[in-house]
Every structure is written in structure tokens, then in C-alpha cells.
């Protein structure tokens, strides 16, 4: 495990997982690599070549035990784990993302949050009080945060973000409109206009 | 340009626009595909194959001219054109993307919203009305919206999404937790949690 696995693959993995959970969800115990790709618009190269790199999985002949691959899956990227989550921006997104985690992802704990606007810091969103910047600052040096989501304006972000070494946190969820690196945490940047103008491509293109 | 590309070259394509828009703010006027690969994280040989598609950019050994190349890339995207898009769904997640798309993208214009709970039925929301369901689906075969957006819960998305036909919507922009497919029209299925997935891999592999 310890080879070279691009980026490409590893953002595969998500989209797997939640097409092998569906056909669980649907009684479906097998799964060929070639019945997958159709059902995902993949190549069963493709799918084959992406799983090998984490070894051996399904035979020839057998195809892939539904259950058993979803639950590999998991391990792998550590969905068998919980992490505490912290949101640094409140508004609208912020608050639609707290939303979605506590309803759909388990494996997800909520444990601070971060406004520096008046109408927000200091009231409770999702039972959880809204701290101010410095508030904030204090309370991740706990040591407790495996996450850091960053949903708000550049500057305010930029400036926390700025300060996490010796925190423990080891993951940025990027919604600001500018990618940000930050030295010995991943970063994970999502531009949500991406998959508009890629869309748009598309509705420009079509048969 | 009638030949096939895949999808993961057209999902490259809103980067490579923002990395080279970015550039262009910065005052820089030529790039190679070397010093872009660099930036972005990918080799250079990806970029001139994915580039390759679309025709020739640059010339070998002068690389590619930032100004153009954001322009072609526009072009070939469409975002040279202007595109009214309808929201269903105005909660949390629909209004942080409203905001987000009047605060920052001109080409996309909001003409419609719909949202059945009666807190937000017949409210504005960035200066338009928010409509019912049945109102909202007379709104529809007007015949002026390019784009749906699907920031609703399943149920009312599903029955609006089934009465696309002759509505002259070409594409859906889907934040719904499950994949939807609808003939005639292309729908980008957006997954929040696949990011935070993909990073949750990542930060149980930090070197």
C-alpha cells in the first residue's frame, strides 16, 4: 500500500463506495467490474486497474462481493473511523454542510464553530455554540479537531488557517474560491462553479 | 472537435481555466505546459493531450498565451454566453448558492425559483419569488430556462425532474443525494461528501 495512488483514483473511491452501498441497499450480493462500469459510465479496466492498487479484490469469473468490496472500500479511506469536524463560517453554506453531515454522515462529529459576524458568534447552531476568532483560536488548541471546514470569506480563513501547526489538525475542507496549501495538512479545495461550467460544456454539447 | 472525450478531460477544464484566469491577474502573459503542470499538480504531458482535443494552443517552445488560452477554454465551455438557471429548492444550500452565483458569476442569470414549504412559498429571495410546485411548473414551459437546479429533498425534485420534456431545460445541476439520469438533458450529479471522503483518505495517509 505504501505505492504511488494519483489523485484521480483516489477521488474514484468515494463514487464506488456509494454505488456499491446502493446495490447493496438494492439486495445485489455480486457485481461484475463490466456490470459496475456500465451502471457508472467506467471502463471495467478502468475499475480493475483502480482497485488493484489496494490488492487483491473479487476473482476471475466471480466478480466483486458487493458487501465485502463496500466494506474494504471504507477501511480504506477510513470510514471506519469517526473524526470531529470543526466549521470556521456560518452562513448559509456552513450551516447547509452542518445540515447534510449530521443527517447523512455518522462518521462525522461536529465539535466547533466559528463566526465572526455579531448575528452569529456566540448563538448555537446544531446545539453547538458559535465562538469568535479568537474563541476559536483558543479552542483548537485542544487537540480534539481531526477536520477544519472552511466556509468562510478568504480573509478570515486565511488568517485561522494560517495558525493551525501544533493543533493536531490534519485535514482542510476547502469551500473558499481560492485553492490554499498548508504545510503538513491536506487540503482538499472544492470549487462548486466547476461542476456548473463543466455542465455547461456539456448542455452546449449535446447529441 | 466531433470526436469523443472523456469526462474526466471535460471536469479538467474549469480548472485550467481558473489557474490560467488566475495567472492572467497576476500580470503573467505566457506559460509553459511545464510551469502549469507545476501549479496544478499534473503533468505536462496531460495537459497538452487534454489541450490536444480541442485543437492547437502554443507552440512548441513558447508555451501557451494565458489571456488565450482562458478565452479559448471559455469558449469551448460556453461561458461566453449567458445561461438563466431555476433553483428548486431554496433552503440553506440553495441560497448559499444563489448568493454564490450573484456574487461571482455573471454568465449564469437566476430567472426562477421554486420551494413548496409554506415559510418560503411566495417569499422573495434575492429579489425573485419564490414559487410552489405547480406554479413553478407552469413557470417552466415558458421555455427561457438552460439550467435546473436540484437543491431540493428527493421526493419534490424527482416530480419536477420527470416533467422536463419540452421545457427546453438542457442541463440539471444535481445536489440531490442520489444520481438521477433524464433523457435529452445532461445532469451533473454533485456529491458534497465525495470531497470530504476523498480528504478523510488523505489525512489517514499524510507522509
Redesign the interface.
Known amino acids: 500500500m505504501g505505492n504511488y495512488i494519483s ?2 483514483v ?2 474514484r ?3 464506488y ?2 454505488y456499491l452501498r ?1 446495490l447493496e441497499k438494492s439486495g445485489v450480493s455480486r457485481v461484475s467490474s463490466k456490470e459496475l462500469g456500465e451502471m457508472m ?1 467506467v471502463t471495467a479496466s478502468q475499475i480493475r486497474q483502480d482497485l488493484n492498487h489496494f490488492g487483491g479484490f473479487g476473482q476471475q469469473g466471480y466478480g466483486y462481493g458487493v458487501a465485502e468490496l463496500g466494506n474494504s472500500l471504507e477501511q ?4 471506519d473511523k469517526t ?1 470531529n469536524i470543526a466549521f470556521i463560517g456560518c ?3 456552513g ?3 452542518i ?3 449530521n443527517g ?2 455518522p ?2 462529529k461536529i465539535v466547533a464553530l466559528c463566526d465572526n459576524r455579531p448575528e452569529l458568534a456566540g448563538t448555537e447552531i446544531a446545539g453547538i455554540k458559535v465562538m469568535d476568532k479568537e474563541e476559536f483560536k483558543v479552542r483548537m488548541r485542544k487537540g480534539d479537531i ?2 477544519l471546514a472552511l466556509t468562510a470569506p478568504a480573509r478570515i480563513a486565511d488568517e485561522v488557517a494560517g495558525d493551525l501547526e501544533g493543533t493536531g489538525i ?4 476547502n469551500f473558499g ?2 485553492d490554499i496549501t498548508i504545510k ?1 495538512v ?1 487540503v ?1 479545495n ?15 454539447h ?1 447529441d
Open positions: 489523485d484521480a483516489i477521488k473511491l468515494p463514487r463506495r456509494r446502493n459510465d480504506i479511506m477510513g470510514l473524526y452562513g448559509r453554506l450551516q447547509a454542510l445540515g447534510y453531515l447523512n454522515e462518521h462525522y481531526d477536520i490534519r485535514g482542510v475542507w474560491h481560492t503538513g491536506h482538499m472544492v470549487h462548486l462553479s466547476d461542476s456548473l461550467h463543466a455542465l455547461t460544456y456539456y448542455i452546449n449535446l
